[in-house]
Nanobody
Framework: QVQLVESGGGLVQAGGSLRLSCAAS????????MGWFRQAPGKERVFVAGINWTGGSTSYADSVKGRFTISRDNGKNTVYLQMNSLKREDTAVYYC??????????????????WGQGTQVTVSS
């Protein structure tokens, strides 16, 4: 069982930066692939970024490539999402997700077993 708690959301102006954190419980965090998803009002939850259990492989949605960076610190049981050059369309609730490590980095909602409660990111113009 893994429990995930996101933090770091808030209000930021367009062009600014935020770093989200997701703290995981349990002693087996290093065995889990991790992902960040987001859900804007009235829209479906979508994949943003993923990182495999070793940290050696990452994946990004086209909409955030070059602006967002996912990373992890297995010693701190934490995964991060550094968000730069934020745009109004990045406004959403951001969720952290986890699944035991797989051969192929997961990108779909139903591939993940554990979810955090979400953290709100609001980008103003």
């Amino acid at each position: 069982q893994v429990q995930l708690v996101e933090s770091g959301g808030g209000l930021v102006q367009a062009g600014g930066s935020l770093r989200l954190s997701c703290a995981a419980s349990g002693r087996t965090f290093s065995r889990y692939d991790m992902g960040w998803f987001r859900q804007a009002p009235g829209k479906e939850r979508v994949f943003v970024a993923g990182i495999n259990w070793t940290g050696g492989s990452t994946s990004y949605a086209d909409s955030v490539k070059g602006r967002f960076t996912i990373s992890r610190d297995n010693g701190k049981n934490t995964v991060y999402l550094q968000m730069n050059s934020l745009k109004r369309e990045d406004t959403a609730v951001y969720y952290c997700a986890a699944v035991l490590g797989r051969d192929i980095l997961p990108r779909w909602i139903d591939e993940f077993d554990y979810w955090g409660q979400g953290t709100q990111v609001t980008v103003s113009s």
